[in-house]
């Protein structure tokens, strides 16, 4: 079964940038939407950022500006930039892609989370 592993999750200050990465190993003929979601304490899994075929890309209102999602398709590998980071940043950060194999199967992949907390 196809996987997406993320790394890049930790422990920022206030302001402060980290880079997520997410990187599918498996069969994939074809990517075709990209995305992460967060989901903090006591609330509902949001989107952060996504990328569907073609190329667009939508944000949450609360990261417009701060946050930017990319892809390297050779390398099977999104990204999240997260810059300007704040306290209600905070949460466990998925990485989601949508993934055709190559008998023209789409399956959706969740990974397993990586937590970003935000310190004041």
């Known amino acids: 079964q196809l996987q997406l592993v993320e790394s890049g999750g930790g422990l920022v200050q206030a302001g402060g940038s980290l880079r997520l990465s997410c990187i599918a190993s498996?069969?994939?003929?074809?990517?075709?939407?990209v995305a992460w979601y967060r989901q903090a304490l006591g609330e509902q899994r949001e989107l952060v950022a996504i990328?569907?075929?073609?190329?667009?890309?939508h944000y949450a209102d609360s990261v417009k500006g701060r946050f930017t999602i990319s892809r390297d398709n050779p390398k099977n590998t999104v990204y999240l930039q997260m810059n300007s980071l704040k306290p209600e940043d905070t949460a466990v950060y998925y990485c989601?892609?949508?993934?055709?194999?190559?008998?023209?199967?789409?399956?959706?992949?969740w990974g397993q989370g990586t937590q970003v907390t935000v310190s004041s």
């Open positions: 989601y892609a949508r993934i055709q194999n190559w008998f023209g199967k789409d399956n959706d992949y």
């Open positions: 498996g069969s994939i003929a074809r990517v075709t939407a």
């Open positions: 990328i569907a075929s073609p190329s667009v890309t």
